[in-house]
């Protein structure tokens, strides 16, 4: 089910977009809003984002995922999917 919802997210636009201000508190908690309703997530990082200076591109989508308990399931340049983590809804349920 994750994989037919990745492959239809690669083919829409993205639905968060993080620009010059960063990674703000507000885009995590978009993000962790937006996989807890659809479960998949597509964003990009805008040219004027200071992460472009400070990381490699490969290591953006990583440390994303890993301050909103996601799993990156692409990177396209500076494009990528983050999918909700099985282990997080199970404790949610618990």
Partial sequence: ?????VKKAWHERA???I???????????EIRRQL???????VKILR???LR???ERKEIPYIIASKVNAKVMG????VFI??????LDSKLKA
Avoid at 36 to 42: D, E, F, G, L
């Fill in 48 to 50: 004027n984002c200071p």
């Fill in 15 to 17: 639905t968060i977009n």
């Fill in 36 to 42: 807890k309703k659809h479960k998949v997530v597509k």
């Fill in 1 to 5: 089910m994750i994989r037919e919802l």
């Fill in 53 to 55: 200076r400070n990381y």
């Fill in 82 to 87: 983050l999918a909700r983590m099985r282990k």
């Fill in 75 to 78: 990177v396209r340049g500076y």
């Fill in 19 to 29: 620009g010059k201000r960063g990674i703000t508190e507000e885009v995590l908690e």
